[in-house]
């Protein structure tokens, strides 16, 4: 393995004439990353620093590189693999894993492969990822890990239309790509009978152009990403399974393309939704509740122990906080500080922002029940979204959490993402489903 580069880890600090606190220095074909007085647990700060330094080695061009040394743990591999990632997947790493025991080697493969799923599924352009593409991609990668357990069926075209899913349709008419919705019950009970422990519904608009509410150009170029909901729901639960799962959960992943067209839904559009709620369109861009809300009453129709959705769904959520976190919303506050202490204990990021009954009626609309968009100044926008949605889901909230995933995507790189998918959320999400 002559042309790969070594990279190690090192408590010590590196020459003084490479620089003050340089985190990567380079000695005959070796990189050392010098963790420093973080290093005592080589707990979270170093799983940060680790990354950092693996972007720094993406950036700098060494495509071959091989992890040695004692030092390195599971932990440590998957903030390098996350560091190391770019989306053309041009380079090649070499974990080490032949010098761990079977199940530190197996915890690695399993993020590994769930994650770079997640972050190639992302990644790809919307004329290959259209919403029934989206849909079977998600079946298939999980029904290669279960398929005794594993049953589902697409609902696709007018075909929504007879089962009441109208918001999907809606969204996804005015496309040449029929919209689509995914339903898969992974049940390995046995028990046909058995309770779902929980559903998970994702947002999976594979491409937003924002229709009538036409996006400019320049954040239209990332709309590719809308679908980052499905997606990283989808690879939590593959991640979820390959950890051991064994509870029943569902799977719904409301699939469209939000397009301009002769029959694409227009502004002062009623959506009329299966619990007789109406829903008065004012910015065909506020899509992605219009698709959740059918995933959200299919999921309610088989009871659930507990209920999340997921979706990239405002840009609200990314002002509030960046690209860095996922924000939480919900009424079962224990639900929440649960999902919290998941995201701590796996090292990434979420922060709860606020959600109360009230943010329901700064919805107003004349004409119907509700808007799709908060109306009047001073609004808050990822809170309404999470409010909208909060009318289709049990009417006490509890057991139900939303996730707007601000920190899916990455536009722009930054020092320890490349630009493009993250793959940011699916650990926790794992965890939650198996503590259910």
Not at 25 to 38: K, P, Q
Not at 152 to 167: P, S, V
Not at 195 to 203: M, S, Y
Request: glycine fraction near 8%.
């Amino acid at each position: 393995m002559k042309d790969f580069m070594s990279v190690e880890l090192t408590v010590a600090p590196a020459d003084s004439f490479w620089g003050k606190d340089v985190l990567v220095s380079f000695n005959a074909g070796v990189a050392s990353i010098h963790l420093g007085d973080n290093s005592a647990n080589l707990g979270a700060e170093s799983a940060l620093q680790v990354q950092r330094a693996a972007r720094k080695l993406s950036n700098q061009g060494i495509a071959k590189v091989t992890l040695k040394g004692e030092l390195w743990n599971t932990e440590l591999r998957i903030a390098f693999d996350q560091g190391y990632y770019t989306a053309k997947e041009d380079q090649q790493a070499c974990f080490g894993l032949d010098q761990v025991s079977s199940i530190e080697k197996k915890a690695f493969i399993d993020f590994q492969q769930a994650s770079h799923w997640v972050r190639k599924t992302i990644n790809t352009d919307a004329e290959e990822m259209y919403p029934l593409k989206l849909a079977q991609s998600a079946a298939d990668l999980l029904l290669q890990l279960a398929p005794e357990s594993i049953t589902y069926k697409i609902i696709a075209g007018d075909d929504l239309l007879t089962h009441g899913f109208t918001g999907i349709h809606t969204v996804g008419r005015g496309s040449q790509h029929p919209p689509a919705m995914l339903q898969l019950d992974f049940n390995p009970t046995g028990d046909a009978d058995a309770p779902v422990a929980t559903a998970l519904v994702g947002k999976g608009i594979t491409f937003d152009s924002g229709g009538y509410s036409i996006k400019p150009s320049e954040p239209m170029t990332a709309m590719k990403s809308d679908m980052g909901g499905a997606a990283t729901l989808t690879g939590a639960l593959a991640l979820a399974i390959r950890q051991g799962l064994n509870q029943r959960v569902q799977l719904f992943l409301c699939c469209a393309e939000n397009m301009i067209s002769s029959n694409a839904f227009k502004l002062g559009d009623i959506i009329k939704y299966k619990n007789d709620i109406t829903v008065e369109v004012l910015n065909t861009d506020a899509e992605g509740r219009l698709v959740l809300a059918d995933g959200l009453l299919a999921a309610e129709e088989n009871s659930p122990q507990r209920l999340i959705d997921a979706a990239t769904l405002t840009g609200a959520a990314k002002v509030a906080l960046g690209r860095d976190y996922n924000a939480v919303f919900g009424f079962d506050q224990d639900f929440v500080n649960s999902l919290l202490a998941h995201a701590k204990a796996e090292n990434e990021f979420a922060w709860q922002l606020p959600l109360e009954k009230w943010h329901q009626q700064q919805l107003p609309s004349s004409f119907a029940d509700m808007a799709n968009i908060h109306a009047g100044e001073g609004r808050a926008g990822a809170s309404t979204a999470a409010a909208f949605l909060s009318r289709f889901v049990r009417e006490d909230g509890q057991g139900w959490l939303h996730l707007d995933l601000a920190g899916s995507y990455q536009k722009v790189a930054n020092d320890l993402w490349a630009t493009g998918a993250k793959g940011h959320g699916i650990r926790t999400l794992a965890k939650t489903l198996l503590d259910a």
